[in-house]
Each structure stands twice: as structure tokens, then as C-alpha cells.
């Protein structure tokens, strides 16, 4: 499903500060985003996906990352040469600024992947990387982000979801701010390859 409003809009975004180069697809459910997003960069150089669910959601270490709708379930994914370094820490000291200031309340990363809130998880990071040499050939950063999403009853004491803290967050305004920051993050390391 690629004619969502949330992909003309994120869309229109990239093109507005002048990137045209990343398709972007919108799914009702997924397995995986990170998955969904390697399977297109079969035929696409860079790609987001963005899942209402997720059937098959992880984090590290193959953890069941829980996925239903109410959340943002995202991935940013570019066969484009990247330097190897640690994206993880990276794009999670990113996003826990971005998340900072959605939320209005300061958010913290605990390295490597996870961003917490009050003292429980908010959103993990998943990055999958193809590496040749010293150079990235392929970066997948999967992110899910507790918005809405009722967590289950074994998390819900180590997780929290911004619906908790505050009301009125869209998910795809955290969707779209996710893509665009880690877009022009990642962005700023092709010309160091």
C-alpha cells in the first residue's frame, strides 16, 4: 500500500529540503520493517518503511520486539557506501533529542539502541549493516517507538509509551520526524567514504 497520506507527505517533506533520492512505503502490516526494507533494496538504492503492525518485530539479539498498531514501527534502509563506524549510538543520541522535543520532556540514551523516558523504554534501534572492506554497502535502521501502542502486561513496567506523558502526539508526526532526522543523519556521511 504506497498512497497513503503519510507517504505524500513525508514525500513532499524530503522533496521540500531538496531530497528526492529515498521511496517511501506505507504498510497496513508487515513482518518486519527491517526485512520488508532489505527485500526492496533489491530494487530501490534507498527506501523507509513505515508498518502499522508488525507480526514479526525484533530488536537485538533476535529480542520479539512487540508491535501492534498505536506505535511506529519504522525503517530507513540505503545501499548507499556509508564509513563503518557506530551508528546505533549514533542515530539513538539523534532521535532521543528529536523525541526530547516532541514529548516536551527530556528523554535519555542508554547505549547502545534503547531511548527510555522516566526510567523505562520508549523506542529501540535496530541497525543491520552488509560491510565490505572498511565501507558500509548496506544500512538498515529499524526503529520502533511506543506512541499509542498498549504495551503487554510483562512490559509494562519497563516500558512506557508516550500516550503516558502526554496526549495530542500523532504517530506519523513521530514517523515522519524519525525518517527525516535519521535520513539527513545518514546523509551526512556519504561524502566521507
Known amino acids: 500500500m504506497n498512497d497513503s497520506v503519510f507517504v505524500s507527505l513525508l514525500s513532499k517533506k524530503l522533496r521540500d529540503i531538496g531530497i528526492d533520492d529515498w521511496k517511501v512505503f506505507h504498510y497496513t502490516t508487515v513482518d518486519s520493517t527491517n526485512d520488508e526494507a532489505k527485500r526492496l533494496l533489491e530494487e530501490h538504492e534507498n527506501v523507509i518503511v513505515f508498518a502499522e503492525i508488525q507480526t514479526k518485530g525484533r530488536g537485538t539479539h533476535d529480542r520479539i520486539w512487540e508491535s501492534p498498531r498505536g506505535g511506529v514501527w519504522i525503517t530507513i534502509a540505503?545501499?548507499?557506501?556509508?564509513?563503518?563506524?557506530?551508528?546505533?549510538?549514533?542515530?539513538?543520541?539523534?532521535?532521543?533529542?528529536?523525541?526530547?522535543?516532541?514529548?516536551?520532556?527530556?528523554?535519555?540514551?542508554?547505549?547502545?539502541?534503547?531511548?527510555?523516558?522516566?526510567?523505562?523504554?520508549?523506542?529501540?534501534?535496530?541497525?543491520?549493516?552488509?560491510?565490505?572492506?572498511?565501507?558500509?554497502?548496506?544500512?538498515?535502521?529499524?526503529?520502533?517507538?511506543?506512541?499509542?501502542?498498549?504495551?503487554?502486561?510483562?512490559?509494562?513496567?519497563?516500558?512506557?509509551?508516550?500516550?503516558?506523558?502526554t496526549a495530542g502526539t500523532s504517530v506519523f508526526e513521530v514517523a515522519q520526524e524519525t525518517a527525516l532526522e535519521i535520513v539527513l543523519l545518514l546523509r551526512k556521511f556519504l561524502k566521507k567514504v
Open 78 to 165: 540505503t545501499r548507499q557506501p556509508h564509513p563503518v563506524m557506530d551508528y546505533s549510538n549514533l542515530v539513538a543520541d539523534h532521535l532521543t533529542k528529536v523525541y526530547s522535543d516532541i514529548i516536551d520532556e527530556d528523554c535519555v540514551h542508554k547505549p547502545v539502541n534503547d531511548i527510555l523516558l522516566r526510567g523505562r523504554k520508549l523506542a529501540g534501534i535496530l541497525v543491520e549493516t552488509k560491510i565490505r572492506g572498511s565501507t558500509i554497502q548496506e544500512m538498515v535502521v529499524g526503529v520502533g517507538v511506543n506512541v499509542y501502542n498498549t504495551l503487554p502486561e510483562y512490559l509494562r513496567e519497563v516500558g512506557i509509551s508516550i500516550s503516558e506523558v
